[in-house]
Structure formats: C-alpha cells, structure tokens
C-alpha cells in the first residue's frame, strides 16, 4: 500500500499543477492547449540545467558527502529556472491571443508542434542524440531517504512514515504547497477575483478600471510557470530525469482533470489523484501489493499488458463523455477582447 499511494502521487502531483496552470489561463480568458508543450519545455531546461550544474562542479562536494540539503538546494533551482522558462514559453501565447486576437486554440496548437520539435533540435545539437540525461540517476541525487533524516535505515517509521518520509522527492511537497498557495490565492484575494471577472465578463471588469490585457498576461504567465515546472517534476520523478521531447501526454490529461474538475481547485486535486491512481496502475501494476501478502493480484490476472496501458487513457475518454456535458467554463474564453465592444 505504501508503494501504491507514494507511486499514485508521483503521477498525481504533475497533473494537479498543470491543471491549475490551465485554470489560471483559462480564468483569465484565456485558453491554455498548450500545456503539454509548456510540459516538455520546461522539462528540457530543467534537465538541462542540472546538467549544467554537475558538470560546473558545483554540487560535487554536496552529492559526495552526502548532503542531501544542497542537492534539494539544486533541485530547488531547477524548478525556478523552469517556471521561468515556462513563462517566457507561455508569452507566444499571450501575445497571439491578446495582441494579435489569434484563434487561441490554433495558437496552443502551434505551441505543442513547436516545443518538441524545438527541444529535439537542441538535444541534438548539445548532447548529438534523442535523450538527454543527467550525470547518474534522479533518486542518488535529489530523493529524500529516512537515512537523511537522521534514522537509521532499520527503523520502522510506521505507515504514515515510511509513505510520506522514505524515499519521496521534496518536489512532490513544493506542488502541494504551491497548488494550496496559488487556489487560496484565485479564490481569496482581490487579484483573483480581479483575474476570475476578466475570463467571465471582460467588459464589466474594464469599466470598473481592471486591465483587461495586463490581467490576461497575468493569468497566463502563472500558468506557464506552473506547467514548466509540471514538466520538470514529471521528468525528474518519472523520467529519471531525462528529456526526449516527451511528457507521455501529461499535457493534455491535466487539460481533462481540469474540465473534470470544473475549473475548481479542490475537485482538481481529486480528479488528479483518480487520474494518477491509473497512471500507476498502468506503469506498476507488475509491482502492486496491495494487501501486503507478497501476491501481485494485477499481475496474475490474464489481461494484456496493452490494456493497462490504455487504461488512464480509457478513463480520461470515459470521465470527460459523462461529465463534459456538465462543466462550467469561464463564459469569456476563448474570445478575444475588444476595449470597443460592449
């Protein structure tokens, strides 16, 4: 069971920051499809600048002492080196849609054809072929062991524990934190609601003095960042962190956790952890115990490895065929606003 929840969170929590990432632009007004390709660049430079890093030097001494707070410290920047990245990805976007009123869907699009091909061309050019990787494997340098923590690898931390303390990424609590932060953020404050009025009713936002423009550049800036770093945890907590051009559809299941969720944080979170649960079911389900009784139940049951596969994929056809119907999207997505129009 330990296996099973730490495994679910690992798929959960790229889902749940890229989601919000999409509610952030599509409350705005904005719609966000390129999300998967915000994802696999994002991913990119984060790997890239950890690569970087290791062959600067600068971590060495940390990574062979064993001092797991300077190696958090890295990866720590990473994730801010790819918001940033994420950003200025996210601004083609921007300026298509509110500059230039370009078809919002064409233009996420556009983004998603780019970013791997572009990504593809600077791993060639940097590392002369398809995959680019770190010096070693993610868990030695950025995962968090009881170990680190001063006990011994023989103790027993109970469940609670050994789930949440053994073996887990400090990335995977950063994505908790920030998804809490930022939906308090949407909901709580006066530049959420100033954000959520531009995505519903542009035109009364602007007559009460609200930037219309700024506050959509706004909205999807913050969700560029959240996907880039979406893409970098998804590379470094199931990747090994490694990039090939590659986030194996992540994009576009937090676009469906996101309807799913109706564009609302809390029912996001759910919708991601059921949407991760089938992820790891399909990557794992050779290694799941779930009662503890040494038998792999989903192993033995003589069912092709193809279909669990496809399964998250089933589901997310499922889920959106029953629920879609019912979403509520923010009224004013999708249309470009003219200050002339009322």
Same mark, same amino acid.
């Given at each position: 069971?330990?296996?099973?929840?730490?495994?679910?969170?690992?798929?959960?929590?790229?889902?749940?920051?890229?989601?919000?990432?999409?509610?952030?632009?599509?409350?705005?007004?904005?719609?966000?499809?390129?999300?998967?390709?915000?994802?696999?660049?994002?991913?990119?430079?984060?790997?890239?600048?950890?690569?970087?890093?290791?062959?600067?030097?600068?971590?060495?001494?940390?990574?062979?002492?064993?001092?797991?707070?300077?190696?958090?410290?890295?990866?720590? @920047? #990473?994730?801010? +080196?790819?918001?940033?990245?994420?950003? %200025?990805? !996210?601004?083609? &976007?921007?300026?298509?849609?509110?500059? $230039?009123?370009?078809?919002?869907?064409?233009?996420?699009?556009?983004?998603?054809?780019?970013?791997?091909?572009?990504?593809?061309?600077?791993?060639?050019?940097?590392?002369?072929?398809?995959?680019?990787?770190?010096?070693?494997?993610?868990?030695?340098?950025?995962?968090?062991?009881?170990?680190?923590?001063?006990?011994?690898?023989?103790?027993?931390?109970?469940?609670?524990?050994?789930?949440?303390?053994?073996?887990?990424? @400090? #990335?995977?609590? +950063?994505?908790?934190?920030?998804?809490? %932060?930022? !939906?308090?953020? &949407?909901?709580?404050?006066?530049?959420? $609601?100033?954000?959520?009025?531009?995505?519903?009713?542009?035109?009364?936002?602007?007559?009460?003095?609200?930037?219309?423009?700024?506050?959509?550049?706004?909205?999807?800036?913050?969700?560029?960042?959240?996907?880039?770093?979406?893409?970098?945890?998804?590379?470094?907590?199931?990747?090994?962190?490694?990039?090939?051009?590659?986030?194996?559809?992540?994009?576009?299941?937090?676009?469906?956790?996101?309807?799913?969720?109706?564009?609302?944080?809390?029912?996001?979170?759910?919708?991601?952890?059921?949407?991760?649960?089938?992820?790891?079911?399909?990557?794992?389900?050779?290694?799941?115990?779930?009662?503890?009784?040494?038998?792999?139940?989903?192993?033995?049951?003589?069912?092709?490895?193809?279909?669990?596969?496809?399964?998250?994929?089933?589901?997310?056809?499922?889920?959106?065929?029953?629920?879609?119907?019912?979403?509520?999207?923010?009224?004013?997505?999708?249309?470009?606003?003219?200050?002339?129009?009322?």
């Amino acid at each position: 069971m330990t296996f099973l929840i730490q495994q679910t969170l690992l798929y959960a929590v790229p889902l749940m920051i890229v989601a919000l990432a999409g509610v952030f632009a599509e409350r705005s007004g904005i719609i966000n499809l390129a999300l998967e390709g915000i994802m696999i660049f994002g991913a990119f430079v984060g790997v890239l600048f950890v690569q970087l890093m290791q062959q600067s030097g600068a971590f060495d001494g940390a990574k062979a002492d064993g001092n797991w707070l300077a190696l958090q410290g890295l990866m720590l @920047l #990473a994730m801010l +080196v790819t918001a940033a990245a994420g950003t %200025v990805f !996210s601004l083609l &976007l921007s300026f298509a849609s509110v500059n $230039l009123r370009a078809d919002q869907t064409i233009g996420g699009t556009a983004l998603n054809l780019l970013a791997p091909a572009l990504v593809l061309f600077l791993i060639r050019i940097i590392a002369n072929q398809n995959t680019l990787y770190i010096d070693g494997d993610a868990a030695s340098w950025f995962m968090i062991r009881k170990s680190d923590l001063g006990f011994s690898r023989n103790d027993n931390l109970g469940f609670l524990g050994e789930t949440f303390l053994h073996r887990v990424y @400090l #990335a995977t609590y +950063v994505c908790i934190l920030l998804f809490v %932060v930022l !939906s308090v953020i &949407l909901y709580k404050t006066r530049f959420g $609601l100033r954000l959520r009025s531009c995505g519903e009713n542009p035109q009364a936002a602007d007559s009460l003095g609200i930037n219309v423009y700024r506050m959509r550049y706004a909205g999807t800036s913050i969700s560029g960042a959240l996907a880039g770093i979406g893409g970098f945890v998804y590379a470094l907590t199931t990747a090994n962190c490694s990039s090939n051009g590659d986030v194996a559809g992540f994009g576009f299941l937090a676009l469906a956790v996101m309807i799913f969720g109706n564009w609302k944080p809390l029912n996001i979170a759910g919708a991601a952890l059921l949407f991760g649960l089938f992820k790891c079911v399909a990557a794992s389900y050779t290694s799941i115990d779930i009662n503890g009784d040494g038998v792999y139940l989903l192993a033995e049951i003589p069912i092709s490895v193809h279909f669990y596969r496809m399964l998250p994929y089933l589901i997310t056809l499922v889920v959106l065929a029953f629920t879609s119907k019912k979403s509520r999207a923010p009224k004013a997505e999708g249309v470009p606003y003219d200050k002339g129009q009322r």
